[in-house]
């Protein structure tokens, strides 16, 4: 069993910036690409940015591109997610996920979620 604990988010201006975390614990060795997630109310599940152990290779929503970065800090076993530029349509409760298979693109479908965490964007 494994738990993902989420923070960082608020509510920022459109320009503005955020970086959310989040803590794995419990055995997560056997899984090898953590990712975050968002949807927004009425909206789609969108998978927007993903990372896998090893080769640390990651991908990225067409979304998010160029203004989001994640990372993996391996010692703290932590999950980052640096939010630059953000834009009233990134306004979305982001939830970080991992799984057992590596990540080619980013997906909506894993094996453990965190709570989620709040943003909201303003214009």
């Known amino acids: 069993q494994v738990q993902l604990m989420e923070s960082g988010g608020g509510s920022v201006q459109a320009g503005g910036s955020l970086r959310l975390s989040c803590t794995l614990s419990?055995?997560?060795?056997?899984?090898?690409?953590m990712a975050w997630v968002r949807q927004a109310p009425g909206k789609e599940r969108e998978g927007i940015a993903t990372?896998?152990?090893?080769?640390?290779?990651?991908s990225y929503a067409d979304s998010v591109k160029g203004r989001f970065t994640i990372s993996k800090d391996h010692t703290e076993n932590t999950l980052y997610l640096q939010m630059n530029s953000l834009k009233p349509e990134d306004t979305a409760m982001y939830y970080c996920?991992?799984?057992?298979?590596?990540?080619?693109?980013?997906?909506?479908?894993?094996?453990?979620w965190g709570q989620g965490t709040q943003v909201t964007v303003s214009s």
């Open positions: 996920a991992i799984d057992r298979w590596r990540c080619l693109a980013p997906r909506s479908d894993f094996d453990y």
């Open positions: 419990g055995n997560t060795d056997i899984y090898h690409c």
């Open positions: 990372i896998n152990d090893g080769d640390h290779s990651t």
